[in-house]
């Protein structure tokens, strides 16, 4: 039996529950609400921070730009998700709904995404490139007998020389921070379009391009409080007398032996079974597993640095209403960019506010130290590290405004009124070649000792760890707890992509009777019975 540390007997208080949620971002958020609307176990959700939200929180700057930690934005395979999400913030002023504008940025030109469905776009020499590459490619596919080894090979035999050489692989290296051939493919799923031949080399000929693709082309977002503001108003649909969060939430040892977990406070949690949404490599450390602690070792993630630049000036014309941007080439640390002022004009202050100017885009101090008015917008950049792609932590944020004016995505002389930058340590879950043996080694374990390790880190699964896939992660997990369900997202990531999951509702059938029960009691009457459905459906919407 591995070696692992024991709790004795606690001197503090002591509280027993049935199942125990650690962590209150968008998996333990998820397991928690469908634990209350079951309404049977005895349950609790903590977590070390004060405010919910996890990884998909949002910071302010002391100037008033609103940056999520990354890249977020709201899209749904799962019905279960929007209702929960509605329930949280109901109204239309609630959100902005956007159109995905998004564009690659190669050779000074704004590429439309998909990259590879649209060289068209691109200088004749490399359409011929890409073209010979994907011919190529389709050839040696149908003869192909096996499924590619890696990533590498998947983009070869997918897109051809010419467009991986081009962009996918300087792209890839630049946000997983590993090369592709140390990377599986059988994450992909609808993550990555595959060309049509045809196509392409139709729209190559009549100079088109290709529409949006992908299950984000249309997408929401919060009119304020960025992202984290929908975790804050989810978790406060939870009782609060089941959450414990801050110091009082932070776990400081988890003794698996004994179901025993010691938190900041000196407070001693028993529990039946465990939902952890804490990093694997994390939690295995809590309960002091040696063995466990090993295995993680051989998963791979990446760091991610989250920079904010914020500016005076109305947002100029060749930004426009784009929404993201990807940034193939080594003339900026960054790979991707959200013209985050164009998601709510509420992610920067008002236009009357008054604010200095802290430095001119090239670096330059300005004429003036006057407090002046805007207009303003905001530009959040994203930058990973790992051991084979170091950066420079120290001028990571000049290196990345000068990248802003090699992309001419910012001017020299533009005003910068505020900059932010923080590092996650955990970025990216790496689906490395070795990651699925791994997981199938530690997850059982952890299963047979009544822990279920889920959520973006906690699965170590990124084709299923968008905040959607995340939040239904601990539904799923809390369902098979409480009954033995089956846990599709985790197990089944391709099958949940490629559908509408419209199974599970917020108001379900048990909890509709049951109203119409506390009605029936109250004496109340019934409405008639097209009212009474429709009623069902509205609450459910």
Known sequence: MAHRRQLSKASGKEIDIDVLVIGAGPTGQGAAKRLHQIDGPSWMIIDSNEVPGGLASTDVTPEGFLYDVGGHVIFSHYKYFDDCINEALPNETDWYQHQRISYVRYKGLWVPYPFQNNISMLPKEDQVTCLEGMIDATVEARVATSKPKDFDEWILRNVGEGIADIFMRPYNFKVWAVPTTKMQCQWLGERVAAPNLKLVTKNVVLNKTAGNWGPNATFRFPAYGGTGNIWIKVAETLPKENTRFGDQGRVQLIDADNKRVLLGDGTTINYQKLISTMSLDYLCEAMRDEELVKLTKGLFYSTTHVIGVGLRGARPERIGDKCWLYFPEDNCPFYRATIFSNYSPNNQPAASKKLPTQQLADGSKPSSSEAKEGPYWSIMLEVSESSLKPVDQANMLQDCIQ???????????????????????????????????????????????????????????????????????????????????????????????????DERRLVDGAQFFKSMKGIRNEGVALRPKGDAGAGASKAGA
Do not use: C
């Not at 923080?422 to 043996?437: I, K």
């Not at 530690?442 to 822990?451: A, N, S, Y």
């Not at 995340?470 to 707890?481: P, T």
């Open 403 to 501: 990248g802003l004016i090699n992309t001419d995505m910012i001017r020299p002389a533009d005003e910068i009124v505020s900059t932010y930058h923080r590092r996650f340590d955990h970025g990216y879950p790496t689906p490395s070649l070795e990651r699925d043996g791994v997981l199938k080694q530690i997850l059982p374990k952890l299963h047979d000792m009544d822990i279920l390790s889920r959520g973006r880190f906690g699965s170590w699964k990124y084709e299923v760890g968008n905040q959607d896939h995340s939040f239904m992660l601990g539904v799923e997990a809390a369902d098979h707890v409480v009954n033995g369900a089956a846990e599709l997202t985790l197990n089944y990531p391709d099958f949940v992509n490629t559908r509408l999951n």
